[in-house]
């Protein structure tokens, strides 16, 4: 399986303290003949993703989350970078993964909390199926996702393959820290996980 990570270590170590529709004229079967096959009408109600563009910003309304959105790499030992600990509200985006509407899973990390304050996703496990959340890209589109799935794992048995690897829709993941923390570690011991699907208003 594909992994959009770019030599990336896929165990994140997040050490955080702190609409589409059919096409418009489908053909129709012929008469009296069988109708559309399941793949036929998959591929007919298919949302069509976007094109490659920066995101710029990110907004979730049902936990009053709002942040820009700063570009994040990796760290020298191959672990994916996090945004500064010391601006817990900032959240950033993986450039090495599709950008958020493009096919693929984009992924934005941020943290639960950090300078002893509330972090820009510390209500994110709260996040539930269907819940919107809104990214807006520098070519002036905003890229709406619907929540599938939310996890909390332990960061030892961090699904990877789920995560990061090939899909055939524009897909999201936003990331967090959440669980127990551990004072020896000085982070926390699983991961909150979002997944969420490109759907047009």
Not at 85 to 105: D, F, L, N, R
Not at 151 to 156: G, I, L, M, P
Request: proline share 10%.
């Amino acid at each position: 399986m594909r992994k959009w990570l770019g030599g990336a270590v896929v165990a994140l170590a997040l050490t955080l303290t702190g609409c589409g529709g059919k096409p418009s004229n489908p053909v129709p079967p012929p008469a009296g003949g069988p109708g559309p096959t399941a793949a036929q009408e998959q591929q007919e109600m298919a949302v069509p993703a976007l094109p490659a563009a920066e995101p710029t910003g990110i907004e979730i309304p049902k936990i009053k989350a709002k942040s820009t959105l700063v570009p994040l790499g990796l760290n020298q030992d191959g672990t994916i970078e996090v945004p500064p600990v010391s601006a817990p509200m900032q959240a950033g985006w993986y450039t090495k993964a599709p950008t958020p509407g493009e096919i693929g899973p984009a992924v934005i990390l941020g943290h639960v909390d950090g300078n002893k304050q509330p972090g820009i996703f510390y209500r994110l496990k709260e996040m539930a199926t269907g819940d919107e959340i809104l990214v807006s890209r520098k070519d002036g589109s905003t890229a709406r996702f619907l929540v599938a799935k939310v996890d909390q794992v332990s960061k030892k048995d961090f699904p990877s393959d789920k995560v990061y690897g090939d899909v055939s829709d524009a897909e999201l993941r936003l990331i967090t820290c959440g669980g127990v923390f551990d004072r020896t570690a000085h982070s926390y011991e699983d991961n909150v996980i979002v997944y969420a699907v490109y759907t047009p208003a």
